[in-house]
């Protein structure tokens, strides 16, 4: 049994709570790629994150098929997982080639120096600590008011 006091507590608390943000039917068949390009990164949301230290955090997906290497100079961390088929990515500080296939998680730290590549096709979902560059524009929209199950 809740006491007054405590009850008017946890309804404070209620107002304090933020809803979700949810995209809807974000996935790879919204994601062309640019005409003449085998990679392309696809922002679907960024926000001024209320931490500690405030950075901006934005996610999305990457898609590659076969063709040239994509080299990629971090001057912030991202962490890639790839959810369906392989991207290959060449660390320049080690040397080695790294065949990263479903459920596998890679961590870029600043100033890391990779190549990605392909020999079929890979998509990845991707979070980083930098500004939205350009919304993917077909994810633009597919955002809802509140999450709801």
Do not use: W
């Not at 790879?28 to 931490?51: C, M, V, W, Y």
């Amino acid at each position: 049994m809740l006491l007054k006091g405590q009850l008017v507590s946890q309804l404070c608390n209620l107002s304090n709570l933020v809803p979700l943000t949810v995209i809807k039917g974000a996935s790879h068949e919204f994601i062309p790629l640019p005409q003449g390009e085998n990679a392309t990164t696809a922002d679907f949301h960024s926000i001024r994150t209320k931490t500690e230290s405030p950075a901006h955090f934005t996610s999305g997906f990457y898609k590659i098929e076969a063709g040239p290497a994509r080299p990629a100079h971090y001057n912030f961390e991202e962490t890639k997982y790839v959810l369906n088929g392989q991207i290959d990515v060449l660390d320049e500080a080690t040397g080695i080639t790294h065949h990263l296939v479903p459920g596998d998680f890679a961590f870029f730290h600043v100033g890391s120096k990779v190549k990605f590549s392909t020999k079929s096709s890979g998509f990845a979902f991707y979070a980083v600590t930098r500004p939205v560059r350009a919304p993917h524009p077909n994810l633009v929209g597919r955002e809802e008011d509140k999450a709801r199950l």
